[in-house]
Structure formats: structure tokens, C-alpha cells
């Protein structure tokens, strides 16, 4: 697995010192207040289980999941299905926490329908953001790293349904995309 990457773009070492800065943001912002981490289910998951246990305030944890039917490397359009509940996000401060902002479309859709659904606020929080591949109009409150546009696998990310287990983030050599 790890000889189909070609190039590391962030270590270990690098990925957990974005996370404590990101997570001493978090906390800071949120101190005082209640709040429900919802990690985007499947690839934000590792960043989540990381981001949370840096965070040492009170916090509840949900998770939704937003499916793209996309070609593997490009999103399509998104379709949502929530696995919190009513109360979980009526009258609640949410933190959507995603693996990658890509074009900003899964992550508008699911800002709306929570606030539709009640949600006092809503903010984010992703481990990647590629700004240049923007196609709506769409700002993380909070991001660990900004990316180039390549397409990344590791620390949750996936291609075709590989890679979320590398504990980096690097870019696929282009014979493991040839071999699908
Ligand atoms: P958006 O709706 O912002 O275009 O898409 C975000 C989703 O697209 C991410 O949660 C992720 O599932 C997928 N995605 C976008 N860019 C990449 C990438 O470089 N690598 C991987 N593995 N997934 C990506
Ligand atoms: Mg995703």
C-alpha cells in the first residue's frame, strides 16, 4: 500500500501539530459553551477521533453521512442521510468536521439542511482545503491545512475505498489509479 504513494504531503509528525492548533482553536472558541462535533462520515473519521481528544471541554458526538456519486476522484452530486436525531441537532451548536473542502458542496448542503432542521449554529472544521477547487461559495471556520489541487489519499481519505488507513497524507503514483 504505501509503495502506491508517490509523494508525502504531510507527515504524521506534521498532521498531529495541525491538529493541536486547530484543537486549542476549537476549544477556545467554544469554551463556555455546549457544543456536538458531527464528523461527515466515511473519511473525516481518524481526523475526528484525533481533533476530539484534544479538545478538553464538554462536547457531544454525532455523525452524518453525505454520499457523492462522483467518478472516484471528482464529487458529484451529494446525497444525505443523517444519523443524528431531532434533538441532537434542534437548538444546537454543531461543528461539521470534514476529512477534505473540496468544490464546498457537500459541506453547503449539510450547513443548510442542519440550520433547516433547527440547529441553533453551525460551524466547520476540516483537515484539508483545497481552495482552488471551489465551485460554491463556502469558507471553513477552522481548517488544519491548506492542499494543492491533487488528489490525496491517507489519515481517512480514500480511493476507492483504500488508503483511510495510512497514518499520512500523500498523492497516488499513477499506476494505482490505472489499476482500477
Ligand atoms: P466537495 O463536496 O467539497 O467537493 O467534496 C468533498 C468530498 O470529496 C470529501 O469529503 C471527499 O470525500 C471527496 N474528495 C475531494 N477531494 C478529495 C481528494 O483529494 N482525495 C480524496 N480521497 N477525496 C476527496
Ligand atoms: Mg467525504
Redesign the pocket.
Known sequence: MHDDIERVLFSEAQILSGIDRVAAEVTEAYTGRGFTVVS?L???CVFASDLIRRIPIPLELAFVS?S?Y?DG???GP?QLSFFPTGQEIEGRNLLLV????????????LFAELLKRGAAEVRSCVF?D?PT????D?QADFRCFE?ED?????Y????AGR?RNLPFVGALHRAAFARD
Open positions: 461527515v466515511k473519511g473525516s453525505a457523492s462522483g476522484t471528482e464529487s451529494v470534514d476529512d477534505i473542502l473540496d468544490t464546498g458542496r457537500t459541506l453547503s448542503q484539508l483545497k477547487r471551489r465551485a460554491v463556502f492542499v491533487l488528489f490525496v489519499v491517507g481517512g481519505l480514500d480511493y488508503y
